[in-house]
């Protein structure tokens, strides 16, 4: 069974009721991929954020996060982005204020305590500053970072590096030393047509077979029979075994010696061949002579 209630309210009238709870502190507003921003005057933040709370058909209660975004091009350059959540309309929208390294946003720290560590955030990933913040300090990087990371023109490796010193018994801070230069990438995919040779490419020059699929070009295919009789040279002399003179077959090892007798095997004396019968008027044949006996065991 579907909940009686939707999934999230349509965004209808939404930015009508702001503008006119807003009036002149609503600089833009845009309706776009199902998410509603209001763009507000920078001064008139603390104002604009309790009209939004306290308003019928807004209430927005709660406040879900504040992000920073910087465009280096802008005069200035940064927007502080606040995310409401209306818990009894189920609505979310997006208010933008835009400044600058110099002119602080003023604090909704008074609305939502929550916001103190939320606005830190922003200020030391971006270094926007907030007006009646009362504890604004770093709060993700250590102490004594230099610069703010999520700016566009601070260096991917930083300034400095922290490891811990033996010598000193603590942790130390230097200059960035980076063991290899950074590899250059053109984010190209190899099957989207690379020119550049990744290992193993070598072995494609040729086509394996005919039909198999390869990177030449039109013009450079050459056909595989061809390719491959020009690969296999044949034989200069066939290898073939005309005597075992060859091969070895019947020599024994230089280091061969006899192999030793088992005391426990007695061999049978081989039995002396038949004589033929003798012919009228000869000597009779001699008796056939008797095996011996095998020994008993003691």
Known sequence: MRAPAPAYTANDGVIDRAAGALGGALLSSLDAVGEVALTVDRTSLVATMIALRDTPGLEYQQLMEIAGVDYPERPDRFEVVYCLLSLTRNHRIRVHVQTDEEKPVPSVTGIWPVAGWLEREVYDMYGVLF???ADLRRILTDYGFRGHPQRKDFPLTGYVELRYSEEAKRVVYEPVQLAQDFRTFDFMSPWEGAEYILPGDEKAKLPEAKGAPTPLKADEIVKADAAQSAAKAPAATPKTTESTAQTGAGK?????????????????????????????????AAPKPRAPRK????
Do not use: F, I, M, Y
């Not at 007695?266 to 009228?280: C, E, H, I």
């Not at 020994?295 to 003691?298: L, T, V, W």
């Open 252 to 284: 024994a090892l230089p280091d061969a010696t006899p192999k030793p007798a088992d005391p426990d095997v007695v061999k049978k004396p081989r039995a002396p061949r038949a004589a033929k019968p003798a012919a009228s008027g000869d000597a009779p």
């Open 295 to 298: 020994p008993k065991a003691s």
């Open 131 to 133: 007006e009646g913040n």
